[in-house]
């Protein structure tokens, strides 16, 4: 076998020294830490040795000085976890002496928390999730869809919330521009001339229907089940409506054999869909497309019949045969069934419509909605009417009360742009209009919490609905705000609990889950299908899997220690069959690739118990968010598991003490791995390295203990292919594109390790032990994530206090999920007084 | 910089095609054995009109399946400008569109990043580019110029207004505003381009081009809206509408349609081939589709001259290649590498990271293209060195 020689990157003590950094004087420090730093690490860590890039004589003693307590605290970590000084080290301290120095750092840390002020939220925009909720929130407009030019927010930072991430750019605001135009086009009826769109038979738009024609006959026949997706629905090619509006459909039909299914007359009925949602080729009749009107259709004469029926900008009018059959659901059907069910009907004289011609014209009115939208009068270019129009508009979109002036600015403004233009059409309308794009183009819409001086409990009615539901705050919310009531400690209680039982919370499973569980990441997953059985369906059952499982623990306010273990899971039955469990699958494979087309159908709650007693002892390997698979495919690329990342992974998000990030510029170091039989004793060259094994101590030992998922979470007792020294991530750096694959033929996985303090590990259950044997660390890491994502920042020092405090006040058995939400919105961390 | 040698003419164009699942390259580069992947090219005579470069890599790090794609156009990081977007100011200043980001199929995968290195929105419907070309009916068109000029009022009343709440906001906070206040500054330059460009006439529609009678975008039809999109960055080429281009073919999870039939498994696992001769030989049909593209639109440019006498082709710099070195194995060194036209003096294929040509960074070559557009560069994301002696 040929030498591999693999760049094994030095890990460096993450390091910021500065030129500003104050030196540390005898003085400043207690003598016992002084003398303890003097013994055991200026020989490294000082003027002379200066290893791993880092002097202790150079961070400043001063604990409230955020440039030096990451530093500090690595520090206390190091020698807490006895990984300094290292084994080979002249002088090693006593026990004594390290448990005197940790306090002595601990004690100075906490003296310096409890006087740290907590942190401020800076101004944010709405990320893209909020914007379009707001959006929705305001106009109630059915699909409303953000212009395709809309960017993409950066996906840098742990949540989505964080002001850092929220850059406002030119193309954003442009963006912000066009669908105000959008918006305040859909509420204000716009003069459009209305258009019609015919079509006859043979350019009829039809799916996947039971549908077919004859010789010398110009109609197309239809039949077709109502409730299977592929029922025929017809439409007229081109036809997505310009403008929301009344349009007229009219068809050239007739109705032969007898009545439908229900005894009464066949009908047509009239659903909307905007095709850009789904692939025209595969319409469908999909429940959650809205059923608008009917017809009867007359037996054996052709005659027109028609509709007026509302749509919105973009939604096409689809016709289905609505009481023609009465079998039971299909869930799906492949063009032969479709086929075959159609040459049943035909053969069985069965009821049939016929339809010869197609016709949408519109818009002929506005919708009713808009009517409303404009007090049902007729618009005027008045103070009052734009006032009365305008300013409760610009409440609910600015989440507060107007002052007089900038209510005056937004009507005057209107107001005065209608004399200025010399726009033919309805200048009332075009003032209201203007008004609502100026309104939803402001930064007091597009910013939260703009008004500085107003220190009131508006804020926290956004703050709050913002963290729970992504949206604004509802009615209930902001009156309690109007009555500076919501601050009230017993009403935030009451409040929080409201929220995530409103199906709004659904907003925070997804997006909170999404990012902490890596959700995002699973919807963007490439698996290989080679090495693994996989589909949509699969897919869907990792991201509803996470979700339901969040969403229960959320809802039903379970202790927070079920994240760590939980005696039930939700899965699908493919999900089950990918991870070699016995399933009985009732859904094809190509059906299962059917994301876009159809409705999956829900994922079932398992108890593991159950499972267990069944027979099956394999779902034992399940429970908790370790066992998500979410979680451990994002951790990989779809081919392989990486030990590191998920070790990385497990670190940031459920012990919260991450690693630092490998170095960008250390040099390279060569680890000879030639003979590695595996992922393990490629990861072994991370200890001949005191600077990797800094960190990888830390990390590869969890990383290790969960190798037995493999790469989207199924269990495995053996490696099943040749291992490759690349995807063990073992290097930071890519390796030559020759001599990468390292023979390891079905090596047996040893999922055992130890973590620096000693605790044995032997496979996940032995994490999940450590973590409930040391809540606490579970406890402050969920309590931190909340507060990043809730507040949109890190926590200063104050508020790593006040997370501290909510932690020291867990109860006996445990934080309860809702019961921790409401501890982390009362403090002042949250929403402090001294804003 | 080295100054642009003789007196030819600089391209004033430029043109990406990115794949996000790479190019199988034992059929790819011309140094092969009767590479497929270039018959195309070649039967449509432009043998002698291309390089491909083999060696060439990003030397980021190692990234987490297909992200590295992302990285084609940027360098090293994703979070930076790219290529296209670095070049758009200048090369697109007086066109109607400074550029195009172009995406076949319902993909929505960019390979062109801001100046803050946030992913550009791309256009993903054929319709919308073929409007943006030709323009629209006049009620629309008198519309956009409405909401053109009162935008361009409403974002004046707006500049005053946050300007005030500027004065009330902490320090802190003023910074984020400010982000507020520079982009309405920029968008209102923007709107009065577009109000400019609104008033002059739009070319007439080519008779010989027609748009399919229902769109559809679907990831399914990936490769039937890559053909499109080659026709129509052709015909926004011959009307001058825009001169920077990037189209993106993202890697469909889904089976497409190759011709008439739908393949039997999805593009991505295709590029997971393992080597296997089936799977190999449907990755290069569904390539192969990407390059008869390409040489379609490389002959229209060929066979139209420029205004200055040259033909499209020599003033149109065209780069094919992808992010993703080796999709089989989520590689990212020797990434494919092809350029066409742009009046280089081509030699079918280069090999870096060799004895003779040690230049190893694909920035490299970046480089070497932008200084043939006229820029006054040396580096661009880590590279500091070029390609110039090898590609003239």
Known sequence: MTTVKANVLLLAFGCLLAALCQPTRASELSDSRFQFIQSFCMDCHGPIGQEGDFRIDRISSDMSDERFRDQWELVLDYVKLRSMPPEDAKRHPSDLERDAFVRSIEVAMKAADESAPVGKTALRRLNRNEYLNTINDLIGVRGFKLPNSFPPDSTDLPFDTMPEGLFLSPALLDAYLETAGLVADTLVPQRVSPQLHRSTAAFIGVDLARKWTKKGDPAVYLTGANTSPWSGGIWVPNSAAKAPGMYRVRLLASAEGPVGADDKPLRFSFHLSNPTDYPIARRALNVNHPRVASVDVPHTQTNWVECVVPVERGEVIYAFCENRFSEPPLPYATKQQINQMTAAAKASNAPTLRVEAMEVSGPIAPLPRQLEFLNNEKPSATDEYLRAMLVPFAERAYRRPLTNEEADAIVSHSLSHVSKTKVAP?????????????????????????????????????????????????????????????????????????????????????????????????????????????????????????????????????????????????????????????????????????????????????????????????????????????????????????????????????????????????????????????????????????????????????????????????????????????????????????????????????????????????????????????????????????????????????????????????????????????????????????? | MAKATGTAPRPKRFVCLGTQLGFYKPDFFANQDNPRLLAAVDEAGLGKDFTTISGLDHKGPTGMGHELCHTFLTGTSRKAVSLDQQIAPMLGAETRYESMQLCAGSGKASLSHSKTGIPLPVTTNPSVVYRRIYGADAVSLERQSYVISSGRSLLDELLENAGSLRMKVSRDDRAKLDEYLTSVREVELKLQRRKQWLERPFPEPDPEFKLPSEENISQALVLENEDLMWDLMALAIKTDSCRVFTLTIPGSNGTIYLGEDLTSSSYHNYSHHGNKQERVDMLVAIEQRHMEGAARFLKTLKETPDVDGRSLLDSTITLIGSGMGDPSKHRRVNLPMLVAGGGFKHVRHIECGTKEVPNEMACDLYVTLMQKMGFDTNTFSTSESNLNGELA
Not at chain 1, 428 to 442: D, E, K, V
Not at chain 1, 767 to 779: D, G, Q, S
Request: aromatic share 8%.
């Open chain 1, 426 to 835: 309805s200048p009332p309308a075009y003032a209201i209009h203007y008004g609502l794009r100026r309104i939803l183009t402001s930064p007091e819409f597009l910013y939260l919490e703009t008004e500085s001086e107003r220190e009131d409990d508006y804020k926290l009615a956004s703050r709050l609905s913002y963290f729970l539901w992504s949206s604004p705050p509802d009615k209930t919310l902001l009156d309690l705000a109007s009555k500076s009531q919501l601050s009230d400690p017993e009403e935030l209680r009451r409040q929080v609990a409201r929220m995530i039982a409103a199906p709004r919370s659904d907003q925070f499973v997804k997006h909170f889950a999404g990012q902490w569980l890596e959700n995002r990441k699973a919807e963007r997953l490439m698996v290989c299908d080679v090495r693994y059985r996989w589909s949509e369906l699969i897919r869907h059952g990792f991201i509803r899997s996470t979700e339901l499982f969040f969403g229960e623990v959320l809802r039903d306010n379970l202790p927070i220690a079920t994240f760590i273990d939980s005696d039930f899971i939700y899965a699908n039955e493919p999900m089950l069959e990918s991870w070699g469990l016995p399933v009985e699958t009732s859904i094809s494979k190509h059906e299962a690739n059917l994301r876009h087309y159809m409705a999956f159908p829900e994922l079932k709650r398992i108890r593991l118990d159950e499972i267990a007693s069944a027979g099956s002892s394999r779902l034992g390997e399940r429970g908790g968010i370790l066992g998500l698979p979410s979680v451990l495919a994002a951790t990989g690329d779809g081919v392989e598991s990486s030990p590191i990342l998920r070790g990385v992974w497990v670190l940031e998000n459920l012990f919260g003490t991450p690693a630092p990030p490998p170095p960008a510029d250390v040099p390279a170091i060569d680890v000879d791995i030639s003979n590695a039989k595996g992922v393990r004793e490629i990861l072994n060259a991370h200890k001949e390295n005191e600077s990797c094994n800094k960190c990888h101590q830390r990390i590869d030992p969890i990383g290790l203990a969960l190798e037995n998922y493999d790469a989207i979470g199924g269990w495995r007792t053996r490696y099943q292919r040749s291992y490759r020294v690349s995807d063990a991530k073992a290097t930071h750096e890519d390796l030559p594109d020759s001599s990468k694959d390292v023979q390891a033929l079905s090596v047996s996985i040893d999922p055992t390790g130890q973590l620096p303090d000693g605790f044995e590990l032997e496979g996940p259950e032995d994490i999940k032990n450590y973590l409930l044997a040391n809540r606490e660390l579970f406890t402050r890491c969920l309590t931190t994530k909340l507060f990043e994502y809730g507040t949109g920042r890190e926590p200063t020092m104050g508020d790593r206090n006040v997370i501290d405090q909510i932690v020291s006040r867990e109860p006996e058995s445990g934080y309860r999920m809702i019961d921790l939400i409401t501890e982390l919105v009362r403090s002042d961390s949250f929403f402090g007084p001294e804003r």
